[in-house]
């Protein structure tokens, strides 16, 4: 009986890895569809935003940001209100974790943002509990950042993490054939 039921639970942790396997195998190609039907920049940028926020239940708000001079500027962003979009649309240089993210030129996540010094205050005012920041490369300088953010402690697991890590490396091809 006893092994019955541990092949019983091993048959269902084999199912229910497959079948996120699956899932994200299908976000993967959804996003690489989409960043892949234009070269127009700004197409390209909308349709990350959008294909991301169809296909990822665990974010809330999803934003790209372009390096320009010394500003971080929102290109493209989904489920974002107008007051927040006003505040964040150019990050000067050197603040947030938007800058922290180009700058060090590698991926952060916060599963809790109570224990974090580089959010800032728009991002606690509009219910950031947990986010991920990944940089985009061009010609092997940070450029920009893809920030994923959820208003849920410990959002993302390391399994999302990698998920979304090869998502922007799908996005971050696409801006730059469009560039």
Same mark, same amino acid.
């Given at each position: 009986?006893?092994?019955?039921?541990?092949?019983?639970?091993?048959? !269902?942790?084999?199912?229910?890895?497959?079948? @996120?396997?699956?899932?994200?195998?299908? %976000? *993967?190609?959804?996003?690489?569809?989409? /960043?892949?039907?234009?070269?127009?920049?700004?197409?390209?940028?909308?349709?990350?935003?959008?294909?991301?926020?169809?296909?990822?239940?665990?974010?809330?708000?999803?934003?790209?940001?372009?390096?320009?001079?010394?500003?971080?500027?929102?290109?493209?962003?989904?489920?974002?209100?107008?007051?927040?979009?006003? !505040?964040?649309?150019?990050?000067?240089?050197? @603040?947030?974790?938007?800058?922290?993210? %180009? *700058?060090?030129?590698?991926?952060?996540? /916060?599963?809790?943002?109570?224990?974090?010094?580089?959010?800032?205050?728009?991002?606690?005012?509009?219910?950031?509990?947990?986010?991920?920041?990944?940089?985009?490369?061009?010609?092997?300088?940070?450029?920009?950042?893809?920030?994923?953010?959820?208003?849920?402690?410990?959002?993302?697991?390391?399994?999302?993490?990698?998920?979304?890590?090869?998502?922007?490396?799908?996005?971050?091809?696409?801006?730059?054939?469009?560039?």
């Amino acid at each position: 009986d006893i092994t019955g039921r541990k092949n019983a639970e091993a048959l !269902r942790e084999s199912l229910v890895h497959l079948s @996120r396997k699956n899932r994200y195998e299908a %976000i *993967i190609g959804s996003v690489t569809r989409s /960043v892949h039907q234009s070269i127009d920049l700004q197409q390209v940028l909308d349709n990350a935003v959008n294909s991301m926020s169809d296909n990822i239940d665990t974010l809330q708000r999803v934003e790209i940001f372009l390096v320009e001079g010394d500003e971080a500027v929102l290109k493209a962003h989904k489920k974002m209100p107008e007051w927040f979009f006003q !505040r964040v649309k150019r990050l000067p240089y050197g @603040r947030g974790s938007t800058w922290k993210t %180009i *700058i060090e030129g590698k991926s952060n996540y /916060v599963a809790d943002t109570d224990n974090d010094q580089a959010i800032g205050l728009a991002g606690r005012q509009i219910g950031t509990k947990s986010y991920v920041s990944m940089p985009i490369f061009s010609d092997g300088k940070a450029v920009g950042a893809l920030n994923i953010t959820s208003e849920n402690k410990n959002a993302f697991d390391e399994e999302e993490q990698k998920l979304l890590e090869i998502v922007a490396r799908q996005i971050e091809t696409a801006i730059n054939n469009a560039r």
